[in-house]
């Protein structure tokens, strides 16, 4: 095995995760087989309690794992599937040491951090670097471990210990890192001390970069790369500078431009490991559709404007690979993707009382947009907006995409519009608590009390129903499949008794669980796009293979539902001229 260490310095947050995504992309174009653990050193054992404003969007896996959004990063570049256990954190590797003392598996001993946390953190690494990832079953032959925050943060001390142990117990080829930092610019000048020092404390922690990744908003002076190759003892081609790009899906090809191919190669000495003609011939294949596909983005000048109604806006990764799912999807269209970021809150009647200006600003972002959608959340907030946003999609036939809640508010807002359903009920137990009769219940097996990890999560199926040839969504997943898979995370459901009173008002349930009493997917049928999931298929969207709720939302617009559903090439309009 060997392992590609990512580690930040300086600051965090400056995109550790997409030069590690990319670097790996990189490796898989030569045909290897590539894994990722992302380490974490909060003591959350994992990301599902964790709030979206602050933190993000909680990522799903398939086996039901709420983890970093950075994995989501690794999935979607590397189209792997990764399990919870490729996201360490302080919390589970905690709660095992201190399972494992409780056993009496310690012998006795004093637990301490060194050697016992450690040696769980190296143990944990070794063990899930070697699971498959991706179609061929086979163990991966490079693992890349991105260590979150900084180094030198009190809580990622024990990861920074046990990662210099797994260096030492390396061949020297089979361990690389590669240190990213930040370049800040101060009255024009772009300054290295900050990076000098970065350099300095992760070699102090007993760990040796071998490359520096300078993350900065414009490329590299000739003077910054010499000042800082001088002063970190390593020669100007290890300093690769890794400036702002139009879209991060440029990275890669920023990244090869400097070379990190061949240095990582050299390295790892990449060259004694032995990779199938089939798997290089695929590394090939995507590495010019990749760059095919992101290289032209510039380029695209049609637009396809989308309305995202939502209520944890204040941070910008809240809809991470909601956003990631759109883009792809636009990428396929040849759109040129623009979001609007509605708060939900803002189209409520209130917000016209008390900031008219917010309100009709929101009304007329929602009311001018080619699409809207509604993506998952969580509590009542918000909600009456996000119904008057289903409304105003359904009434005027505009595309309307619902993710999990959003289906949820779809069926809210149909009950109550369409089947006169009185408001109490057409509403959700979540947004009152009422021990009432409500359109949207909860699932009891997931309400146990406790937070985390209780939810129906992961990957399961939902089939199609009869008569439901019709559907443009299934027309997308292909006809001749009769179930697909999808991931989930949700506590709440359609209520079976409304069912039939939905269905004969025209709302269809086109897809529910294996057992027929959970509805997964409904669809109007006389309208250009009107679809709720009640599973999250942004967790599945690829860059290659966009999500196909998504690509049909985004096609249809975009005008091109029909191109896309008859698999024709789009060709896009340079400034209205093909
Ligand atoms: N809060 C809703 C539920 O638990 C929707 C969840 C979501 O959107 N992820 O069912």
């Given at each position: 095995m060997k392992?590609?260490?990512?580690?930040?310095?300086?600051i965090s947050?400056v995109g550790?995760?997409?030069?590690?995504?990319?670097?790996?992309?990189l490796?898989?174009?030569?045909?290897?087989?590539?894994s990722?653990?992302?380490?974490?050193?909060?003591?959350?054992?994992?990301?599902?309690?964790m709030n979206?404003?602050?933190?993000?969007e909680?990522?799903?896996?398939?086996?039901?794992?709420?983890?970093?959004?950075?994995?989501?990063?690794?999935?979607?570049?590397?189209?792997i599937?990764?399990?919870?256990?490729n996201?360490?954190?302080?919390?589970?590797?905690?709660?095992k040491?201190?399972?494992?003392?409780?056993?009496?598996?310690y012998?006795?001993?004093?637990?301490?951090?060194?050697?016992?946390?450690?040696g769980?953190?190296?143990?944990?690494?070794?063990?899930?670097?070697?699971?498959?990832?991706?179609d061929?079953?086979?163990?991966?032959?490079?693992?890349?471990?991105?260590?979150?925050?900084?180094?030198?943060?009190?809580?990622?001390?024990?990861?920074?210990e046990?990662l210099?142990?797994?260096?030492?117990?390396?061949?020297?080829e089979?361990?690389?890192?590669i240190?990213?930092?930040?370049?800040?610019v101060?009255?024009?000048?772009?300054?290295?001390?900050?990076?000098?020092?970065a350099?300095k404390s992760?070699?102090s922690?007993?760990?040796?970069?071998?490359?520096?990744?300078?993350?900065?908003?414009h490329?590299?002076?000739?003077?910054?790369?010499?000042?800082?190759?001088r002063f970190?003892q390593v020669?100007?081609?290890?300093?690769?500078?890794?400036r702002?790009?139009?879209?991060?899906?440029?990275?890669p090809?920023?990244?090869?431009?400097?070379?990190l191919?061949p240095?990582?190669?050299s390295?790892?000495?990449?060259?004694?490991v032995t990779?199938?003609?089939?798997?290089?011939e695929?590394?090939m294949?995507?590495?010019?559709?990749?760059r095919d596909?992101?290289?032209?983005?510039?380029?695209?000048?049609?637009?396809?404007?989308?309305?995202?109604v939502?209520?944890?806006?204040?941070?910008?990764d809240?809809?991470l690979?909601?956003?990631?799912?759109l883009q792809h999807?636009?990428m396929?269209c040849?759109?040129?993707?623009?979001?609007?970021?509605v708060?939900?809150?803002?189209?409520e009647?209130?917000?016209?009382?008390?900031?008219?200006a917010?309100?009709?600003?929101?009304?007329?972002d929602?009311?001018?947009?080619?699409?809207?959608?509604?993506?998952?959340g969580?509590?009542?907030?918000?909600?009456?907006?996000?119904?008057?946003?289903?409304?105003?999609?359904?009434?005027?036939?505009?595309?309307y995409?619902?993710?999990?809640?959003?289906?949820q508010?779809?069926?809210?807002?149909?009950?109550?519009?369409?089947?006169?359903i009185?408001?109490?009920?057409?509403?959700?137990f979540e947004?009152?608590?009422?021990?009432?009769?409500?359109?949207?219940?909860?699932?009891?097996?997931?309400?146990p009390?406790?937070?985390?990890?209780?939810?129906?999560?992961?990957r399961?199926?939902t089939?199609?129903?009869?008569?439901?040839?019709?559907?443009?969504?299934r027309?997308?997943y292909?006809?001749?499949?009769?179930?697909?898979?999808?991931?989930?995370?949700?506590?709440?459901?359609?209520?079976?008794?409304?069912?039939?009173?939905?269905?004969?008002?025209g709302?269809?349930?086109?897809?529910?669980?294996?057992?027929?009493?959970?509805?997964?997917?409904?669809?109007l049928?006389?309208?250009?796009w009107?679809?709720?999931?009640?599973?999250h298929?942004?967790?599945l969207?690829?860059?290659l293979?966009?999500s196909?709720?998504?690509?049909?939302?985004?096609?249809?617009?975009?005008?091109?539902?029909?191109k896309?559903?008859?698999?024709?090439?789009?060709?896009?309009q340079v400034?209205g001229?093909?």
């Amino acid at each position: 095995m060997k392992y590609l260490l990512v580690s930040g310095g300086v600051i965090s947050g400056v995109g550790k995760g997409i030069i590690a995504s990319s670097a790996g992309l990189l490796l898989k174009t030569m045909g290897l087989k590539v894994s990722s653990i992302k380490i974490d050193p909060y003591i959350n054992v994992d990301a599902g309690t964790m709030n979206p404003r602050e933190h993000g969007e909680v990522y799903v896996l398939d086996d039901g794992g709420e983890v970093d959004l950075d994995l989501g990063n690794y999935e979607r570049y590397l189209n792997i599937t990764l399990t919870r256990e490729n996201n360490i954190t302080l919390g589970k590797i905690f709660s095992k040491v201190i399972e494992q003392e409780r056993r009496g598996d310690y012998l006795g001993k004093t637990v301490q951090v060194v050697p016992h946390v450690t040696g769980c953190i190296e143990e944990w690494i070794v063990r899930v670097a070697k699971l498959p990832v991706d179609d061929t079953k086979e163990e991966p032959d490079v693992c890349i471990i991105e260590l979150g925050g900084t180094i030198g943060d009190i809580e990622g001390m024990p990861f920074v210990e046990a990662l210099t142990e797994l260096r030492r117990n390396c061949r020297r080829e089979d361990f690389m890192q590669i240190h990213v930092s930040y370049i800040p610019v101060v009255h024009g000048e772009q300054k290295t001390k900050p990076t000098q020092m970065a350099i300095k404390s992760v070699r102090s922690a007993g760990l040796i970069p071998d490359l520096i990744a300078c993350r900065c908003e414009h490329p590299l002076e000739k003077a910054t790369t010499d000042k800082i190759a001088r002063f970190c003892q390593v020669s100007n081609e290890h300093v690769l500078a890794v400036r702002d790009m139009p879209s991060t899906y440029q990275v890669p090809i920023l990244l090869s431009e400097q070379n990190l191919v061949p240095l990582m190669t050299s390295t790892l000495q990449l060259k004694e490991v032995t990779i199938a003609p089939a798997l290089q011939e695929k590394g090939m294949h995507i590495w010019n559709t990749w760059r095919d596909l992101t290289m032209g983005l510039q380029n695209l000048h049609e637009v396809v404007e989308i309305a995202l109604v939502g209520k944890y806006l204040e941070q910008p990764d809240s809809y991470l690979s909601v956003t990631k799912s759109l883009q792809h999807a636009a990428m396929r269209c040849k759109r040129k993707l623009v979001i609007k970021y509605v708060d939900a809150e803002h189209l409520e009647k209130s917000a016209n009382k008390t900031d008219p200006a917010t309100f009709f600003k929101a009304w007329h972002d929602v009311s001018t947009a080619s699409g809207i959608l509604v993506p998952g959340g969580f509590g009542g907030r918000g909600t009456e907006g996000m119904i008057g946003a289903a409304n105003w999609a359904r009434e005027n036939k505009k595309p309307y995409l619902g993710i999990c809640l959003g289906m949820q508010i779809a069926v809210i807002e149909f009950a109550r519009t369409m089947c006169n359903i009185p408001t109490p009920q057409a509403s959700s137990f979540e947004f009152d608590d009422a021990d009432e009769d409500r359109v949207i219940i909860s699932m009891p097996e997931h309400h146990p009390g406790v937070l985390g990890g209780t939810m129906r999560l992961g990957r399961r199926p939902t089939l199609w129903q009869p008569n439901t040839e019709w559907s443009k969504l299934r027309a997308l997943y292909g006809l001749q499949n009769e179930s697909i898979d999808e991931r989930h995370r949700h506590r709440y459901e359609v209520n079976p008794k409304y069912i039939d009173q939905l269905q004969d008002q025209g709302l269809t349930f086109i897809g529910k669980d294996e057992t027929g009493v959970r509805m997964e997917v409904i669809e109007l049928k006389d309208h250009p796009w009107f679809v709720g999931v009640q599973f999250h298929p942004e967790y599945l969207s690829r860059v290659l293979e966009p999500s196909k709720p998504y690509l049909g939302f985004i096609a249809a617009a975009a005008g091109l539902l029909g191109k896309i559903t008859k698999n024709e090439a789009i060709v896009p309009q340079v400034n209205g001229v093909v």
